[in-house]
């Protein structure tokens, strides 16, 4: 089972980066403005009122530097901070599950675990390939922050944005 090879071939693998690497290797920068970490892909994942009709959805899940690399239109509330068990979810989800889009403090299901929203925001496009979801929840609240593989856990299921302080900056980051 898996993969074999010789000491004396040379080998490559690519694909996302832990957060442990990320976190090592980008967040502690301090020539950008901000280093974001968010998993990878985002997931398809059903949400729920408690009790009611599920929703498929995209959902993306993102540090709290997301909302300072990222700009959204927040129509109400705010972004959450990490390691709250928040959700900011798109106007128009929110209407598929509450039937209105006034629902900041309302809690709902999200693949059985309850989230409280905290903001939210006007509905994202598709073309937005980096920021795109129809709810966005903390990485800290499922497996993909803690997820690592290959030799001493670098490669996982995150992603890092960086956003410079300046032009200027590029060369240094």
């Known amino acids: 089972a898996g993969f074999q090879y010789k000491a004396n071939e040379n080998w490559q693998s690519n694909g996302p980066v832990s957060y ?17 970490i968010t998993s990878s892909f985002s997931e398809t994942m059903l949400a729920a009122k408690p009790a009611g009709e599920k929703v498929s959805c995209s959902v993306l899940q993102v540090d709290d530097d997301f909302w300072k690399v990222f700009k959204f ?69 499922t497996d993909a922050f803690t997820a690592s593989w290959g030799e001493y856990g670098i490669m996982g299921m995150v992603s890092v944005y ?10 240094a980051i």
């Open 20 to 36: 442990k690497t990320a976190k090592a290797c980008f967040k502690e920068m301090t020539t950008p403005e901000t280093v974001s």
């Open 162 to 171: 960086i956003l410079a302080k300046s032009q200027d900056d590029f060369s």
């Open 73 to 141: 239109d927040f129509l109400s509330g705010y972004p959450f901070d990490a390691g709250a068990t928040k959700a900011v979810i798109s106007e128009d989800i929110a209407r598929q599950l509450f039937g209105t889009s006034d629902v900041v403090g309302k809690t709902f299901l999200l693949n059985h675990s309850a989230y409280m929203i905290c903001g939210v925001v006007r509905p994202v496009s598709k073309l937005a390939r980096y920021a795109y979801a129809q709810i966005w929840i903390p990485l800290s609240s």
